[in-house]
């Protein structure tokens, strides 16, 4: 059993969408940055870019490779039981697409770090407003 934690970080107090100890919210408001269009379209092309990944993960096998099915477990000598399913792998359009995706974020991530805006900021404000960049679509909280 762990000791419980100081009084500021009594969890059931929070507020959904607030920070445990300060109670400041996490998101600030996208607005009080004024980002270059660019530099908005390349953070929305970065989030499509991740999901379309992401949903290539999900889809393919879990192994790049063709692998055979396994199941380790005590009596067979490991210490912990684990299996994996058999992979076919994934065939060459798929790698492809795959490397392209991921050289797609890199891109992007790359054009959004070196943009000449960060410059405009304050070194302490970057911060702030690469995340304020993260979350421009999202809705802020209300409260």
């Known amino acids: 059993m762990y000791p419980p934690g100081p009084p500021s970080l009594d969890r059931a107090a929070c507020r959904p969408g607030h920070r ?28 499509q870019a991740t999901a379309d990944l992401n949903a290539l993960y999900e889809r393919l096998p879990h192994s790049p490779e063709p692998t055979e099915a396994f199941h380790d477990s005590r009596e067979t000598g490991y210490w912990r039981e684990r299996q994996r399913d058999a992979s076919p792998g994934w065939t060459d359009d798929e790698k492809a697409e795959e490397v392209k995706l991921r050289d797609r974020r890199l891109e992007l991530a790359d054009a959004i770090v070196t943009h000449d805006f960060w410059s405009t900021l304050a070194e302490a404000d970057r911060p702030k407003a690469r995340s304020a960049l993260k979350h421009i679509d999202k809705p802020q909280d209300g409260g």
């Open 20 to 47: 445990i100890r300060t109670g400041v919210p996490f998101r600030e408001v996208s607005s009080s940055y004024p980002f270059p269009d660019d530099l908005i379209a390349a953070q929305r092309d970065l989030q």
